[in-house]
């Protein structure tokens, strides 16, 4: 028994920052912008592929997007039955608002919107 209250007290002392106090979870102030889709019946394979692919291209070229998550393994489709979720990570809610409507955007619509059926989006910050 002596030994676990040990290695709970070391585990312990261990997660503690400098002022002896937990260490936080850190809250970045960049943006989310989760989008879960599901793909018209009759989209080519390629097709959804290249839309896909098409988001790192567009963010390559749109200075405000940070980073991107292309590859779901989870997706719990519900009654929409989506098929995929992806995420853009802007730097602010500002580079998010300037994304809308701008010609990167316009330009990934080209690909996005003829093998899209439905989709939402949720944008988190902190």
Do not use: C
Not at 4 to 32: D, F, N, Q
Not at 53 to 80: C, D, H
Not at 112 to 120: E, G, I, M
């Amino acid at each position: 028994m002596r030994r676990i209250i040990v290695r709970a007290a070391l585990a312990a002392a261990l997660t503690m920052g400098a002022a002896g106090t937990l260490a936080a979870v850190e809250k970045p102030t960049t943006v989310m912008h989760i989008i879960n889709v599901r793909f018209k019946p009759d989209a080519k394979p390629e097709d959804v592929k290249k839309a896909i692919a098409g988001i790192e291209t567009m963010a390559n070229k749109y200075p405000g997007i940070k980073r991107v998550w292309l590859t779901p393994f989870n997706v719990q489709g519900g009654e929409s039955k989506f098929t995929h979720v992806l995420v853009m990570e802007f730097e602010s809610r500002d580079s998010l608002k300037k994304y809308a409507g701008s010609e990167a955007q316009k330009e990934w619509y080209k690909l996005w919107l003829n093998v899209r059926d439905l989709s939402n989006t949720h944008d988190v910050t902190n």
